[in-house]
């Protein structure tokens, strides 16, 4: 068994400005742990998942995905779940939320993975640059410099990712293109 998670991963630029501002936590701050994963908006929590039955994991997240239209995103500022949790914010739209939920449905109805916390609380769409290992002393400090800083990028979730944690990180295991629009 390993763990895998689902998520939409923003394009190169974007993701190497949150690496770079991940690896200032790391530096100033000494929260590391955000760096065990590329940048990226999770959609379907960490789960376990039976090695040898991958391909049908895959398989239903291809179909799901094949049904789905890009879905435009907005990264907007900095945001925080207190006390230890610093986030590029991600506005939530109907787009974003619906996919979310519709994805959520079709992994329990389908595969049987249910994210009970998921189930009891409001998806806040994130992409997490400090967490886990951000003491309260140094959340309170580093919340001070983010909070007002100004950060806006723009782009269009074409595709989902499978991610694996190897034991260390995550790293991508597959990805599945969302609907293309033929003209």
Not at 89 to 117: P, T, Y
Not at 170 to 177: L, M, P, Q, T
């Amino acid at each position: 068994m390993n763990l895998y998670f689902i998520a939409l991963l923003p394009p190169p630029e974007i993701q190497d400005y949150a690496n770079q501002i991940k690896q200032y936590f790391a530096d100033k701050y000494a929260s590391r742990h955000a760096l065990k994963s590329p940048p990226h908006i999770t959609l379907q929590p960490p789960f376990k998942w039976i090695d040898h039955n991958v391909p049908v994991l895959e398989a239903s997240l291809r179909e799901f995905a094949s049904e789905q239209q890009p879905v435009p995103i907005t990264l907007r500022g900095f945001a925080a779940f207190r006390p230890r949790v610093i986030y590029i914010d991600v506005v939530k739209s109907q787009e974003l939320l619906s996919l979310q939920a519709n994805l959520m449905a079709r992994m329990e109805a389908n595969l049987g993975i249910v994210d009970k916390v998921g189930k009891k609380r409001a998806f806040t769409p994130h992409m997490t640059v400090a967490f886990r290992d951000l003491t309260r002393q140094n959340f309170k400090a580093a919340w001070l410099e983010f909070e007002n800083r100004q950060l806006y990028f723009e782009f269009t979730a074409n595709k989902l990712t499978l991610l694996i944690h190897n034991g260390k990180r995550w790293n991508i295991k597959s990805e599945f293109a969302f609907l293309s629009h033929v003209s």
